[in-house]
C-alpha cells in the first residue's frame, strides 16, 4: 500500500486573514501549522492550485442560510483533476463593523462578500432598509477596505475577528437571520483520494445524456435502491447550452464501499459522464453510524430471502417437503 500523504505544505485560501474560510482553516491543527496563502477570490485559490504555486485549495462551498457557494462549485465541476479531500464545517456569525465612532444611523453604505449579505437580509430589511449594500471579495476583504480607505458612512459584514484585526467598532452582533448558522468548507487537490475512515461522503458530478424527462429520478434512484443516503444535491448549468444541466451530488460513503462503488457503476453506464470528485472524511460519526444501521438492515434482508430461497425445491433438503 502507498504511503498515505501528509498534510499539503502550501494552501491557498480566500482572504485576506480574518475570514471565516482562515478561522476554519486553522481549526484545522495539522493545516494550520503549514504555509497559508491569502488570495483575493476563490476562483484565485484554484488558479493557484493549477499552478503549482500551492499544493491545496481551502474555499467555502455551502452555507446552511443561503446555500451552495456556486463559485467553488462550477470550479469542481470543471476544473481537471482536482478532488476533495476534507470538509470542515464552521459556525458562523457575522457583524455588522465600521469606523470608531460610526453609529447605525449614520451608515450610508454596507460591504460585504454577496453570500454573506444574504445570509442577513432579515436584519438589512429591518435595521437598514435604505442603505446600499456592494459586493466585496471576501467579508474580511470589505472589513480591510473600510478601515484601510477610512471610508466614513460605510459599515461592513464581516467576521469578529476581522473587527479585531482591522480596528473597527462593532456596531451589531450576530446579524445573521438564523442562529443555526454554518458553513462547509472543503480542502481540495489533485489526484490524491484519503483512505477510507469509516465516516465519509464522496461527491460526484452526474452530466445526462440529453434533457428529457425522468433524468434526474434516474439518477437518484441509484442511490435510493441501495439505500445510500444522499447529503447534497445541486443542479448547475453544463455552460454548453441553455436548458443543459448537470447534477452534483453527494453521498455518504466512500468509494472503496461494495454498495457505493456498485452505484458508481450504474450511474457510469446508465448516463452520459460520471465526474468524480472524491472520497473525503467529515467532522463526526453520524454518517458511519447511519451506515452501520444501513448495513445491519441488508443482512437481515438477506438472511430473510435466503431463508425464503433456501424453500425452494432443489436447493438443498432444509425445508423441503417429504426430506427426512
Avoid at 476534507?86 to 457575522?94: A, K, S
Avoid at 448516463?271 to 453520524?286: C, E, I, Q
Avoid at 445491519?296 to 435466503?306: I, N, P, T, V
Wanted: hydrophobic share 40%; proline share 6%; aromatic share 6%.
Amino acid at each position: 500500500m502507498a504511503d498515505t500523504p501528509g498534510p499539503p505544505a502550501r494552501i491557498a485560501y480566500l482572504g485576506p486573514p480574518g475570514t471565516f474560510t482562515e478561522e476554519a482553516l486553522v481549526s484545522e491543527a495539522d493545516l494550520a501549522d503549514q504555509e497559508l496563502v491569502a488570495v483575493p477570490t476563490i476562483a484565485d485559490a484554484f488558479a493557484a492550485l493549477a499552478s503549482g504555486r500551492v499544493d491545496a485549495a481551502f474555499v467555502p462551498i455551502e452555507n446552511s442560510i443561503e446555500g451552495p457557494v456556486n463559485a467553488t462549485i462550477d470550479q469542481l465541476v470543471f476544473s481537471d483533476d482536482l478532488l476533495v479531500q476534507r470538509e470542515v464545517v464552521l459556525d458562523v456569525h457575522i457583524d455588522l463593523m465600521a469606523l470608531p465612532g460610526t453609529t447605525l444611523a449614520s451608515v450610508r453604505r454596507l460591504l460585504s462578500f454577496p453570500h454573506a449579505s444574504a445570509q442577513c437580509r432579515a436584519y438589512l430589511g429591518e435595521r437598514l432598509p435604505d442603505v446600499e449594500v456592494g459586493a466585496a471579495n471576501s467579508t474580511a476583504d470589505a472589513a480591510r477596505a473600510v478601515a484601510e480607505d477610512r471610508l466614513e458612512g460605510v459599515a461592513a459584514l464581516a467576521p469578529p475577528l476581522a473587527a479585531k484585526l482591522y480596528g473597527l467598532e462593532v456596531l451589531a452582533h450576530a446579524v445573521e437571520d438564523f442562529g443555526a448558522n454554518q458553513t462547509r468548507f472543503v480542502l481540495v487537490e489533485a489526484h490524491h483520494v484519503p483512505e477510507p475512515t469509516g465516516h465519509d461522503r464522496t461527491t460526484l458530478v452526474c452530466f445526462q445524456h440529453a434533457d428529457r424527462p425522468g433524468s434526474l429520478h434516474a439518477i437518484l434512484g441509484q442511490f435510493a435502491a441501495r439505500s445510500l443516503n444522499l447529503t447534497f444535491i445541486e443542479s448547475r448549468p453544463t455552460k454548453q447550452a441553455l436548458g443543459d444541466y448537470c447534477f452534483v451530488v453527494t453521498a455518504d460513503g466512500h468509494v472503496t464501499d461494495e454498495v457505493l462503488g456498485d452505484c458508481l457503476r450504474a450511474l457510469r453506464s446508465e448516463l452520459g459522464a460520471v465526474k468524480f470528485l472524491g472520497s473525503y472524511p467529515v467532522p463526526g460519526t453520524a454518517a458511519s453510524e447511519r451506515r452501520e444501521v444501513l448495513d445491519g438492515r441488508r443482512r437481515e434482508s438477506r438472511e430473510w430471502l435466503e431463508e425464503i430461497r433456501s424453500r425452494v425445491s432443489g436447493r438443498g433438503s432444509a425445508g423441503r417437503p417429504g426430506s427426512g
